[in-house]
């Protein structure tokens, strides 16, 4: 662990963390799902709605004026947080999904027969459902990327088929994946994309919380990420976008404050990214992200993320000794994030899951919103731990004894060897 992180320090701020479930103290292994939330992002969203509660943009009274402008600090601290030349390029949605979706919908309005949108295999649901629909509503392909056994894209095979060509007008993948872990090399893709005019656009949900982040460095055109998984609320996402390209996308959603004229024989349209923020807005929300911002910020998105990598090579190491484990994904951690997949032999992943949960080790069991992922590789599901800026190494060491203690369990190990490995 890098000397300068004092992850003990860290976890005083999250109350949760001192729970304990029954016996056991919390082991909270699933922040790929959602991060817990620290003391100071619960109290600022406590304070707007104590203190400053009003609707934006609307009210001109003192606490109309106050709330507008937590909103817009709001925006204004992500723009800097992910390096956004303006303001006005971040566009706040209710989740990753949803601003992924405005993305697909807008930016699909003029294709037809003929148009290409490329995705991959390893993509969330969300990264997929939304192009598949747009290709529906226009009669576009959609195309993606494979992986490798190994669990990275399959850049080779993809040159090889050409899959990014003079028909391919979008391309969206992830740049962390919520099953594998895998740090996609989003800048080249990008770079592929722009030789054939292709708009890329980033799902970079698991991204931004775990890395310093820089839209001009991942050379991306649009890029979604979500609150709750950065120490902030639910109900509020991020679709940061390039402003001209913004400017030239038609609306989303219809309603208040996305206009500029009304009448009854049309109407006319806010510029970005008013456009895109129809109705009363996540105003405690956006608040509570700032908070969460200038939380991670204070850490430094560089010790987090060289805290997240050494416990991430800590655990890969040690949960490959547990016998009829088989990880999913990248087995080092090189371009690897905090998310590690994996299958127990002769173990359904719902009861893997539940024999940790009686430990008090909190993981996710399932398809993690990524089924052709799951097919592509060849299983019906999987367990998934994740780490964040909170996990220790006492934690993976939980995470390890609960395995070997749950395979032993049902391989009926328990009775001839007590368990061990």
Known sequence: MTEAYDVEAVRRDFPI???????????????????????????AIADHYLAHNANVARAMHVLGAEATAAFEGARTAVAAFIGASRSEEVVFTKNASEALNLAAHTL???????????????????????????????????????????????LEAADRE???????????IAWVSNVLGTINPVSQVAAMAHAVGAVMVVD????????????ADLGCDLLAFTGHKICGPTGIGVLWGRYDLLDSLPPFLGGGEMIEVVRMTGSTFAPPPYRFEAGTPPIAQAVGLHAAIEYVSAIGMDRIAAHEQELTAYALAEMQKVRGLRILGPTEAVDRGGAISFTLEGVHPHDVMQMLDSRGIAIRGGHHCARPLH?????????RASLYLYTTYA???????????????FSGRLATTGGAR
């Open 17 to 43: 963390l001192a729970r304990r479930v029954g016996a056991y103290p919390l082991t909270y292994l699933d922040s790929g799902n959602t991060s817990q939330k620290p003391a100071q992002v619960v109290d």
């Open 108 to 154: 699909s309005a003029p294709l037809g027969p003929g148009d290409e949108i490329v995705v991959s295999v390893m993509e969330h649901h969300s990264n997929i459902v939304p192009w598949q629909l747009a290709c529906q509503r226009t009669g576009a392909t959609l195309r993606w990327f494979d992986v490798t056994e190994d669990g990275r894209l399959d």
């Open 162 to 172: 050409g899959l990014i060509n003079e028909r391919t007008k979008v391309v969206s």
């Open 204 to 215: 970079a949900s698991q991204g931004v919380p775990q890395l310093p982040t820089s839209v």
């Open 375 to 383: 097919d592509r590789l060849g299983v019906q599901s999987s367990c």
């Open 395 to 409: 934690e993976i060491d939980r995470l390890v004894e609960g395995l070997d203690y749950t395979g032993s369990f």
